[in-house]
């Protein structure tokens, strides 16, 4: 099985726009009780409506905290709208490796967090 | 001693191979494996007397019935139970705490009165007493552990009162290992305040060691069916004839009555009042079929081997620079339950990686959240052992930890 693939490790250990924001237009978090992980995301939004800055911070496994790290790299510069069409199986095709069904939860709470803190920003119609 | 070679062919799982590899089965404190003669008799009452019990005058109905009631029995001797019409069938541990805090607590409990529980509880005997607080206006007390996780003894005079209702108490923590002086605890208690009645949560003790419910001298005891080499989906709540004489069911349906009328209805005797429905019959007498097996093993056998076990995983997991053991370093007080966590890497990481080597242990809670809080601690990992745990399976851990410490080095 190739679940820790390199880059996977390398981003657990050196994860990139780790930290917080001091001007964030938005900020989410969310807890994952089973494995008492939580992931915090932090947003800048520009006039344009494209995210200027974003951090994560926060504590979990290896496929969390790359899967975060990872999706921080991805949206910056995106606009908010591109934000929310990002899907599960975009999470999985970022990673690169095949999670059983009770990693998949570790993958994609980042995501999850990071929509949550586009829609405070910008409700859902 | 318990030959483990001999109980291991007993278990169809651990004769085969998942992806070419064998199982190294290490998350009995969750959920135990079947032996052959569990299976059998389940499958039995369903290919051959798959009846309902009590009601058809027929014979495969009258032998469902006896099975079931026979089960009951063996289940009540197990415990130590002077009878067994103090034994109640229920879904499992969750369901036996939930009967008394609907049945007992709820009519029984006003606002001033006092319930205490342990921070080591499992979430089934922590939640209802919770609610009991937040919807009730009982005064919730926990008495807390050493940092050893220990419960010290000499506390319980400020703890127990005048106004305790009831004390809920784990035997065995699932997740320190700590095993609870119960019958200590109790003769204390009892003395501090005859009319508190204890509740003990004996989901890890009743499969792991030696209990009598009489020798406790507690009230009431629950616990499962499928951590004790019995099927899912059933359990037990023991209590007291002359309590359950006197509470009422929190279940209502049929079995559980005598005779219903339009305007009134008188319910059934002990125990078939709190068994309300067709009851998980395949259940019971797989339960019965798994107590025949430990009884013949001998529970004293049982906690030996444990212990054992126990104490040689505690050297070997010791000994591998990074890991910490939560609880006590020695085995005679816990039972055959570790958690532990790896510096650098998370639980599920390490979890994970074990899986490829077919090596199953638990991350996470353990749905104890409120001692891993108190405990200052994250997720952790857990190994936990049974009566077909050997020195082997403690050996495949310990490589597959060496494994992951290599992958996140």
């Known amino acids: 099985m190739d679940l820790y693939r390199e880059v996977i490790l390398d981003h657990y250990k050196h994860p990139r726009n780790f930290g917080k924001l001091h001007d964030a237009s938005a900020t989410a978090q969310a807890y994952n009780a089973t494995c008492g992980d939580r992931i915090i995301m932090e947003v800048k939004v520009n006039t344009k409506g494209k995210i200027e800055d974003i951090r994560f911070s926060g ?14 790299e991805k949206v910056k510069h995106k606009s908010l709208d591109s934000v929310m069409k990002i899907s599960s199986r975009d ?17 994609t709470l980042p995501l999850e967090v990071l929509q949550k803190a586009v829609i405070a920003i910008r409700p859902l119609k | 001693m ?13 004769q085969k191979l ?15 494996l079947k032996p052959q003669s569990v299976i059998d008799a389940m499958d039995e009452y369903y290919t051959e007397y798959s009846a309902n019990v009590f009601r058809g005058i027929y014979k495969i109905s009258e032998r469902a019935t006896e099975a079931y009631e026979s089960a009951r029995e063996r ?33 029984h409990c006003k606002p001033q009165d006092e319930i205490v529980t342990t921070i080591m509880e499992h979430h089934a005997n922590f939640v209802p007493w919770q609610q009991a607080k937040l919807h009730h206006g009982v005064t919730l007390k926990i008495w807390y552990t050493t940092p050893e996780g220990q419960l010290d003894l000499n506390n319980l ?25 119960i019958e200590e605890i109790v003769k204390r208690v009892k003395k501090l305040n005859p009319q508190c009645l204890v509740l003990v949560d ?40 002359e309590l359950l004489e006197t509470i009422e069911p929190f279940n209502f349906g049929g079995d559980m009555i005598k005779e219903v009328h339009e305007t009134a209805t008188i319910f059934n005797d002990v125990p078939h009042k709190f068994e309300a429905g067709t009851p998980h ?23 030996e081997h444990e212990k054992e076990i126990t104490a040689y995983a505690l050297k070997t997991l010791s000994s591998i620079p990074g890991l910490t053991i939560v609880g006590s370093q020695n085995a005679e007080n816990r039972s055959g339950v570790i958690a532990f966590t790896v510096k650098g890497i998370h639980p599920h990481d390490v979890a994970q990686v074990l899986d490829e080597d077919n090596v199953c242990i638990r991350v996470g809670f353990h749905c104890a959240q409120p001692l891993h809080e108190y405990l200052k601690i994250g997720a952790t990992a857990r190994a936990s052992f049974y009566l077909y745990t050997t020195k082997e399976d403690i050996h495949a851990l310990a490589k597959g930890l060496e494994k992951a410490q290599k992958i996140f080095a």
């Open chain 2, 281 to 303: 019959i395949a259940g019971a007498i797989g339960l019965g079929a798994a107590v025949d097996y430990l009884s013949k093993l001998g529970m004293d056998e049982v906690r």
């Open chain 2, 202 to 241: 004996a989901a890890q003790a009743a499969p792991h060691m030696p209990i009598s419910v009489q020798t406790w001298g507690v009230d009431f005891v629950a616990f499962s069916s499928h951590k004790m080499l019995g099927p899912t989906g059933i359990g037990v709540l023991w209590g007291k004839n």
């Open chain 2, 157 to 181: 005079d400020k703890i127990i009162t005048r106004r305790t209702k009831l004390l809920a108490i784990t035997a065995v923590s699932n997740v320190l290992g700590t095993i609870n002086p």
């Open chain 2, 18 to 32: 998942i992806d070419g590899k064998p199982l190294v089965y290490l998350d009995s404190t969750a959920t135990s």
């Open chain 2, 2 to 14: 318990i030959d483990t070679r001999k109980v291991r062919n007993d278990f169809p799982i651990l």
């Open chain 2, 75 to 107: 289940i009540g001797r197990f415990i130590g139970a002077h009878d067994s019409s103090e034994v109640i069938y229920t879904r499992g541990t969750d369901e036996s705490i939930s009967l008394v805090y609907y049945s007992w607590v709820l009519p």
């Open chain 1, 91 to 107: 999470i999985m095709k970022m990673l690169g490796t095949t999670l059983t069904p009770s990693r998949i939860k570790c993958a």
């Open chain 1, 59 to 72: 504590v979990g496994c290896a496929i969390s905290q790359a899967s975060a790290s990872m999706l921080t």
